[in-house]
């Protein structure tokens, strides 16, 4: 919502895509292959890690450029 409200797109969309799109899918082919139903079973935490991680590497960078009078 930061990013979004912001305008921040580029770091919005990412954001919206992340945890369905761009780890989920991928997730869903790799993990079953590899562990059967366990790995059926752990996609969606490990796309929720996943966005979670990404989310918050994208809000340091955005807190980072703050202007130092917005902080306060």
């Known amino acids: ?23 989920l899918i991928p997730a869903l082919f790799i993990l079953p292959p590899l562990w059967g139903l366990n790995g059926l079973v752990w996609c969606q935490p490990v796309s929720d890690v996943c966005a979670f991680l990404t989310a ?9 450029h703050l202007p130092q009078q917005d902080r306060q």
Do not use: E, P
Not at 9 to 22: C, E, F, Q
């Open 56 to 64: 918050y590497v994208l809000s340091k960078l955005f807190f980072k």
């Open 1 to 23: 919502m930061t990013l979004q409200t912001t305008r921040h797109t580029k770091g919005a969309i990412l954001m919206a895509v992340a945890r369905r799109g761009l780890y």
